[in-house]
């Protein structure tokens, strides 16, 4: 059977104003109900069956919704921020008020960042029994350790003693004479500033850091610093089923 929910509910989650402001918008007639007036927030609504309007806009019900953004360089991952321009705020299209990043990226780095409501995909893809793999491009300042990627493969001690998964290093272009080295990382964790403080465990920073992949899901390279776009049906599909997969994995 459909899921009914509560007219306020419905209108408040789409961002339209608080359960007192929806009473009052229903008490001066400016909702309407398949196309009658309703004065009664508590009223029942079936979002598959029921048209609802406010001031005469259609107020259309998503329960989830996925974007996948660049994150640019100056914006925190976070849903509020007093200082900075937050990742949901980027995201002008969403229908509901319950988005938040899926991880955290530091306000310095950019690339692929997840947006959503679905706290159970969330999960999927944030647990640390999960290892679901992300992908990263760094440019990285000082000379790489000529084991830099054995030693990256073993797992490195970082400096608060934890132990990281093994990681896998590509060196794009090895910088000679002092220049910078473009490298490509693919770690199965997401401690704390983890890729920074990796390489600086091997004596080098990272100058520029930008994720590619997590999971399944990649950033398109259309996609500009700051622009963001909906996921496609494979796209929620091939990452949910990721964590079904993970959860045989983890039975056998
Ligand atoms: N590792 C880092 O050091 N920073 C990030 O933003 C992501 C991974």
Known sequence: MAKEIRLDKYLGEMGQGTRSQIKEMARKGRIYVDGQPEKKPERKIDPAHNQVELDGRIIAYAEYEYYILNKPQGVVSATEDSRYETVVGLILDRKRDDLFPVGRLDI???????????????????????????????????????????????GLELSDGTITLPADLEILNQGQNGALSEIRLTIREGKFHQVKRMFEVLGC?????????MGSLTLDETLKPGQYRPLTEEEILRLKSHGKERKAEDVG
């Open 205 to 213: 920073s990272v100058v520029y850091l930008k994720r590619l992949s």
């Open 108 to 154: 310095d780095t950019e690339g692929l960042l997840l947006i959503t409501n679905d706290g159970d995909l969330a999960h999927q893809l944030l647990s640390p029994k999960k290892h679901v793999d992300k992908v990263y491009f760094a440019r990285v300042e000082g000379e790489l350790p000529s084991d830099a990627k054995e030693r990256m493969k073993e």
